[in-house]
């Protein structure tokens, strides 16, 4: 997960209930945030996160509003684009029964079954490190700018290979 931004949130701090978090990262947080990304920039990134108690652990979900800026993989031109998602985690402190066994040389996945919950290493959960793990799970890796076009054109018969190997097998005269 991204170091360039934390939020933690302590697990002892949920004992009253759920608690929700503003979250929205200044200038020099974003630059880290993008750099990491692989983004030119991050113009905007805000969310709204709620997190609650779960079995012996926490629940995390909630929305995210962000802009982003990368290079069309068509033009090459920095482009802005919205991106807007949601996170829905469950975490386990380590050493919980509720956290996921360890599977042998076959796993069964049940599609619409939930994630099994993330396993903390300690007490403390980053809820900005989810905010952007989430973030990156929505970027496009092929981002082609409104409009943007690849412009193919066939090669000819002159200018294609096969055409070249024709000639190589006909006989010369």
């Known amino acids: 997960m991204s170091t360039a931004w934390a939020r933690p949130i302590r697990l002892h701090e949920l004992s009253r209930g759920a608690v929700t ?3 929205e990262p200044d200038a020099a947080e974003r630059a880290r945030i993008a750099h990491d990304l692989g983004l030119e920039s991050l113009p905007a990134l805000r969310a709204e996160v709620t997190v609650k108690p ?5 629940e995390l979900s909630g929305r995210f509003r962000a802009t982003i800026e990368q290079l069309c993989s068509v033009t090459l031109e ?3 684009q919205p991106l807007n998602g949601q996170i829905d ?3 386990v402190p380590a050493g919980s029964p509720n956290a996921p066994g360890e599977s042998g040389p076959e796993v069964e996945l049940e599609l619409d079954a939930p994630d099994p919950p993330d396993v903390l290493e300690d007490d403390s959960i980053d809820v900005a490190a989810y905010l952007v793990e989430h ?5 496009d890796p092929f981002p082609r700018k409104p409009g943007a076009e690849f ?8 200018e294609s290979p096969f055409a070249v190997l024709k000639a190589l097998k006909t006989p010369k005269p």
């Open 151 to 158: 412009d193919y054109k066939s090669p000819t018969q002159e």
């Open 54 to 58: 779960w079995l012996d652990g926490a």
């Open 21 to 23: 978090l503003q979250l």
């Open 78 to 80: 920095p482009f802005e």
């Open 135 to 139: 973030l990156a799970l929505e970027i």
């Open 89 to 91: 985690v469950r975490v």
